[in-house]
């Protein structure tokens, strides 16, 4: 399973930018994707997840202010980022839940991430 994302660049402060994430390859069934990210010098954290279901969850700091969404069709995420911060700034990550059934029937649960797309946030 490979994980492209797009969508970062250079935003001001109370902008906007939406983030975009598609899987591809050989898929049997996402069971969730999300994005996380990593500033300088910081650990890498979740910003938020979305299940095949549509439940999501979301970071403190973003809450109200980012969405997360899906495609399932398409096993394409989203992240619309609003009211931008300077502190949002950071490598941002997609991830992918992934499941499949080995030789013995046994299910095989991965997780596979994206290159990361960097948003920058300043005036």
């Known amino acids: 399973v490979q994980l492209q994302a797009s969508g970062g660049g250079l935003a001001q402060p109370g902008g906007s930018r939406r983030l975009s994430c598609a899987a591809s390859g050989k898929i049997f069934r996402i069971t969730g994707m999300s994005w996380y990210r990593q500033a300088p010098g910081n650990q890498r954290d979740l910003v938020a997840s979305?299940?095949?279901?549509?439940?999501?969850n979301y970071a403190d700091s973003v809450k109200g202010r980012f969405t997360i969404s899906g495609d399932n069709a398409k096993n394409t995420v989203y992240l619309q980022m609003n009211s931008l911060k300077p502190e949002d700034t950071a490598v941002y990550y997609c991830?992918?839940?992934?499941?499949?059934?080995?030789?013995?029937?046994?299910?095989?649960?991965?997780?596979?991430w994206g290159q990361g797309t960097l948003v920058t946030v300043s005036s």
């Open positions: 979305i299940t095949s279901g549509g439940s999501t």
């Open positions: 991830r992918a839940d992934h499941i499949y059934y080995n030789y013995e029937d046994a299910p095989v649960v991965e997780a596979h």
